[in-house]
Nanobody, 126 residues
């Protein structure tokens, strides 16, 4: 059973930075795309960023381009979301996701992902 564990959320002032981590376990290799989504209360889950299994290809949602960076470690089992110039509208629960298709391409819709973490809350004060 694949498990994803997120960490790094918290309360931060606008303009500051925060780094989220997500570690995958329960499978023998790391050749899978991974992504971050976020969901504010009463709103749909929204794509934030994704990275392919090589770590070379990344894609970002429009609202975070130029401010957020997604990277994965050399082993490929941990992905980070480095968030800069945070804004109050970035406030949400952030979820890590991965799929069940080795060597697959990245995707921006939640239904393309098979496994999800429990979420970590990010709150940005103005």
């Amino acid at each position: 059973q694949v498990q994803l564990v997120e960490s790094g959320g918290g309360l931060v002032q606008a303009g500051k930075s925060l780094r989220l981590s997500c570690t995958a376990s329960g499978r023998s290799n790391s050749r899978y795309a991974m992504a971050w989504f976020r969901q504010a209360p009463g709103k749909e889950r929204v794509f934030v960023a994704a990275i392919d299994w090589t770590g070379k290809h990344r894609y970002y949602g429009d609202s975070v381009k130029g401010r957020f960076t997604i990277v994965r470690d050399d082993a490929g089992n941990t992905v980070y979301l480095e968030m800069g110039l945070l804004k109050p509208e970035d406030t949400a629960a952030y979820y890590c996701a991965t799929d069940n298709s080795p060597f697959g391409v990245i995707a921006t819709i939640p239904t393309r992902y098979d496994y999800w973490g429990q979420g970590t809350q990010v709150t940005v004060n103005s």
